[in-house]
């Protein structure tokens, strides 16, 4: 479970406390060296009391000058000696606390990474922040027991020993009062967890509807909403601040009682001890030791409500961590991904950035466009694909423990036996679908980023190596994430392409004139999403950024969605051109994107209904036409499941150059 020198190691995620453990034996050195310097810190606070009686009793009261100042001298070297033990054990313990941080950010990242497109799905990104943020800080300072919280207890035993040298009544007293301390503390800590957990959630829910709401500001500015979602945060904003005050009421409680409790048990046992000295039982300089030994027994009893404090809080930060890490990438290992709560076109539950393919680009480099899905591992923009997690098998498949085989050598046809829909090697390829989601879906399960039984060739998907899957078929999605940054990056992903390949990419998604209109070209600064962009030239760059990573297979979604009517004509003329010979299909309703496709599927409820060209669909289906045709209702039609045809080797065979390179 040790951390290796480049990974945080395993986390122990079966349950909040195991996670602590976790994180505290991940460093068994650190931690060891962290108690012992706060054990020796904590022990030595209680010998200047013992130096100090005896100062009183050997030198002062008798005049002994030498005694005294020997016994001056030992104090102040005690003195030094502490002072030395409390700056390293500082060092030490922020050491072990930084430890803990990193580790856990960086456990959170890499699962993060592995749920890839899954986690906008399972749970908000303010979430998933606040976690970043918040709870890592906690977990982090929960270590700090493993120091000082050590020494407390050792601390305690050390002062009890002592007040048995003086008294055994007042060593009795110490022993049992400072349980019941604790004790008095425990409820005010249970009540503190309790509203730290209600907290900690209302917290991550307005931090969602604070990034949704500024996510969608411009929309929501279009459409009169943000006064709603402006409410819902005011809302939600003043149920966290009255839950706040329940966790500051129970903080009060707990510190005053920190600091009260200890001073009354000071005084109380102060007290007896001067009542034993007036009746002769014990000397004044042991009065004065009893009275330091208290006196420093208030560090380890406000350490030990502290700790119960900063344990109470580290558990309930790390259930939230817990539950984050337990999410699995459900769907590519045999079991059905959870459903998501929205799966239309624009929703914000959608992930969004390419996914699939790393493919022989222009620059004759792999590039890999996306976001990995379930089973990947995400590489925002670009870079290979993930090795986190094995290839299973979806039900019926080979099994998540089957040897996985090579994909299709030759081109081949990409078949979801759900939907009826075959891409053809070669082609351009449309679908046409009534509902976004319904394309969305055939293309996730074409891509292998759910569970289906879609094959390639004579292969299955589902029991092909994942890596294979993702750096042969690339899915773009129309809203992939745009990084800030250079958009010469942002096309290029993680390598760099020659200027030719880049200026090719460009033209051939019609973005040229994007290029023109910044002041720096390529090189011009890039905004957190594309924000200092429009919507149809955010586009234009994702199918740019696609179209230069070159896959054998491309996948686009809806890629002219967020453009006029000229441009979108012109994005589908090139994209055929730069396609010519490359296995590729669009989602589209566009009658001028469905015109320059080969073959397109009209499908109606999940199953293909109808395959033609574009022009013959509009004559022979009406409800083909009412859905292309713009200012049409989709109107209610029942078509019959249309058989698709086999392919077999076209125009667009094997020979042409574009297939070549795939043997």
Not at 70 to 94: P, Y
Not at 335 to 353: D, I, M, V, W
Not at 640 to 649: I, N, Q, S, T, V
């Amino acid at each position: 479970m040790a951390a290796s020198p480049t990974g945080p190691g395993t986390p122990d995620h079966r349950g909040p406390a195991r996670y602590l453990w976790w994180v505290t034996v991940s460093q068994p050195r650190r931690v060891a060296l962290g108690a012992l310097l706060g054990s020796a810190w904590m022990i030595c606070l209680t010998l200047p009391p013992y130096v100090l009686s005896h100062a009183i009793d050997d030198g002062l009261r008798p005049g002994d000058r030498s005694a005294l100042l020997s016994w001056s001298a030992v104090l102040f070297g005690i003195g030094v000696v502490n002072a030395w033990l409390a700056i390293m054990r500082h060092r030490t313990m922020t050491r072990v606390r930084l430890d803990a941080y990193f580790r856990t950010v960086r456990v959170v990242i890499d699962h993060a990474t592995r749920l890839g497109a899954v986690l906008p799905r399972r749970l908000p990104a303010g979430e998933v922040v606040t976690i970043g943020h918040s709870d890592v800080g906690v977990i982090s300072q929960t270590l700090t027991v493993t120091g000082p919280g050590v020494g407390a207890v050792l601390a305690y035993v050390v002062v009890a020993a002592l007040l048995f040298s003086v008294s055994a009544l007042l060593a009795v007293v110490v022993l049992v009062g400072v349980p019941l301390l604790a004790l008095l503390v425990g409820p005010f800590l249970s009540r503190l967890q309790g509203a730290e957990t209600d907290y900690r959630e209302r917290q991550g829910a307005l931090a969602a509807i604070l990034g949704d709401l500024a996510g969608g500001l411009r929309v929501l500015n279009g459409l009169g909403g943000k006064a709603v979602f402006a409410a819902r945060y005011r809302d939600g904003s003043r149920r966290l601040r009255d839950e706040g005050y329940r966790v500051g009421s129970s903080m009060s409680w707990i510190q005053a009682f920190g600091l009260g409790l200890p001073a009354l048990f000071l005084a109380a046992v102060t007290w007896l001890a001067a009542r034993m000295a007036a009746q002769a039982s014990i000397t004044v300089g042991e009065l004065v030791a009893v009275y330091g030994y208290v006196a420093v027994l208030v560090v380890p009893v406000t350490f030990f409500i502290e700790a119960g404090y900063d344990i109470g809080r580290g558990l309930v930060a790390a259930r939230r961590v817990v539950n984050f890490l337990n999410l699995e990438p459900k769907g590519l290992n045999g079991s059905p991904e959870e459903p998501a709560p929205s799966t239309e076109r624009g929703s914000p539950e959608r992930g969004s950035a390419e996914r699939g393919s790393t493919g022989r680009g222009p620059a004759g480099r792999g590039l890999a466009e996306l976001r990995v899905a379930e089973g990947g591992l995400a590489k925002a923009s670009a870079g290979a694909a993930g090795r986190t997690q094995p290839s299973g098998a979806s039900p019926g498949g080979t099994g998540a423990g089957a040897r996985p085989v090579r994909g299709p050598q030759v081109p081949s046809v990409l078949r979801d036996p759900q939907s009826g829909v075959e891409v053809a090697p070669g082609l351009l390829t449309a679908l046409a679908t009534r509902h976004a989601s319904g394309g969305t879906d055939i293309v996730d399960r074409l891509g292998r980023f759910t569970p289906s039984s879609a094959t390639w060739g004579s292969v299955r998907l589902d029991a092909m190596e994942l890596d294979e899957v993702r750096s042969r078929i690339l899915v773009a999605d129309n809203e992939a994430d745009l990084f800030a940054g250079t958009l010469r990056a942002a096309i290029s992903g993680r390598w760099s392409p020659q200027e030719d390949a880049l200026a090719r990419a460009v033209e051939d998604a019609a973005a040229r004139d994007i290029l023109l209109g910044l002041p720096d070209g390529l090189d011009a600064l890039l905004e957190a999403h594309g924000r200092n962009l429009s919507g149809g030239q955010r586009q234009r760059i994702r199918l740019a950024r696609a179209l230069l990573a070159d896959p054998e297979v491309l996948l686009a979604v809806d890629p002219t969605s967020a453009v006029d009517a000229h441009t979108a004509a012109n994005m589908a003329a090139r994209l055929r051109a730069a396609r010519r010979g490359r296995t590729t299909l669009v989602t589209s309703t566009s009658p001028l994107v469905l015109d320059q496709a080969d073959a397109v599927y009209y499908v109606v409820d999940g199953r293909v209904t109808a395959v033609g060209r574009h022009r013959d669909l509009l004559t022979e289906r009406p409800g083909y036409r009412r859905l292309v045709s713009p200012g049409d209702e989709d109107g209610d039609e029942t078509e019959k499941p249309h058989a698709p045809p086999r392919h077999e080797p076209s125009r667009h065979s094997a020979a042409e150059p574009g297939h070549e390179a795939l043997r």
